[in-house]
């Protein structure tokens, strides 16, 4: 009996190495059952070389099997050609039923190693920054290649997560455990230029969570009709905590009306941008009424513990005939404070 051959073989170049993985058959050609470990032959071929078997394993069927070539030097360098691999099932007689499905990957120079991989927390999100690839190890891209720059983010777990908000999920849909990012584009590598980007400013990272960021180059390419991809040796993961320490926007357009009918300076003032943006904090100072703008008090909150949520609110403690200059600040989810506004004079009728 003959066990079915593998159909989903498939290769990705990565560096120096081929990482290979495919499913392993549980049937033979007549659809019986196999019951022991299978006689797997791993096979190489470059160029117009007949596949030679470079590895023989035992792996049990129905198994999600792989395993990961190391490239002979001479495979490793020179101008980009393809190379195929392949899989054999055998039986206890040595024989088979055809190889697998071909596996393409290019054989040649690689994309360089990316180096030097910064974190920081800025407002927009994460900064990821790194060393670009130097010019020359650029040019040993095949022609008509297109270089770019690939992340893959993974969310750390942590004993004091939270459960998710509203703030943490969209659609409803916790955030996938990793995520693949990829640099946009330069204009000058758009026009086949080598330029590739050195930072990505990541603004889905969510606030008080940490993550590790592993940074590769991957190189896209056409060899003899195939569409190709090979990653460049990935530079080492660095992980940070994201941290919200960043103020809103300070509030504008504060305006002030004295309501004498209802006993009160009404306050408005244009709300916020930002999607995190919590509430307002109003603050007030007595000015006095000879010196018109000249301070006599410190400002004070006077819109109480509670943030003001919407951008208004009326001082209904103000007394009729003294001057009070107001100023209001916006406050983030994160409890950062912005700075105070512009301040505007008003008082009530006496």
């Keep these: 009996m003959l066990p079915l051959a593998v159909t989903d073989l498939a290769a990705m170049r990565i560096g120096d190495k081929v990482a290979l993985h495919w499913t392993m058959p549980r049937r033979t050609t007549d659809r019986v059952v196999l019951q022991a470990d299978q006689q797997v032959e791993i096979c190489r071929a470059a160029g117009a070389e007949p596949c030679a078997v470079f590895r023989v394993l035992l792996l049990a069927p129905g198994s999600q099997a792989q395993t990961t070539d190391q490239l002979p030097a001479a495979l490793q360098v020179g101008t980009n050609r393809l190379m195929h691999y392949e899989v054999r099932l055998k039986n206890h007689a040595q024989h088979d039923a ?28 994460i900064a990821v920054s790194w060393e670009a690839p130097a010019e020359d190890s650029q040019a ?16 750390l777990a942590a004993e004091s997560a939270t459960a998710p908000t509203k703030e943490s999920t969209e659609a409803g849909v916790p955030q996938p455990t990793e995520q693949t990012l990829e640099a946009p584009e330069h204009p000058a590598a758009m ?10 400013v990541d603004a889905d990272a969510q606030q008080n969570r940490s993550y590790s960021y592993t940074v590769q180059l991957v190189e896209q390419l056409t060899l003899e009709g195939h569409l190709l991809e090979m990653n460049g040796q990935p530079a080492e993961t660095a992980a940070l905590e994201a941290r919200d320490t960043f103020a809103p926007a300070v509030p504008e357009d504060l305006a002030a009306v004295a309501n004498a009918t209802g006993k009160a300076i009404d306050l408005s003032w244009t709300a916020g941008p930002e999607p995190d943006l919590r509430g307002y904090r109003v603050y007030r100072r007595e000015t006095d009424l000879a010196a018109q703008s000249a301070a006599t008090s410190t400002p004070v909150l006077v819109s109480g513990p509670a943030l003001v949520t919407v951008p208004s609110w009326s001082d209904t403690a103000a007394h009729p005939g003294v001057r009070y200059s107001y100023s209001v600040a916006a406050v983030d989810q994160s409890g950062n404070e912005s700075a105070r506004s512009a301040e505007v004079v008003e008082a009530l009728p006496q």
């Design 191 to 200: 026009a086949g230029g080598k330029w590739t980007p050195d930072s990505i």
């Design 140 to 155: 040993m891209t095949a022609p008509g290649a297109v270089l770019r720059v690939r992340l893959l983010r993974h969310r």
């Design 98 to 125: 055809g190889p697998s499905n071909l596996a393409f990957v290019p054989a040649g120079w690689a994309p360089p190693a990316i180096q030097s991989v910064q974190l920081a927390n800025k407002a927009q999100g």
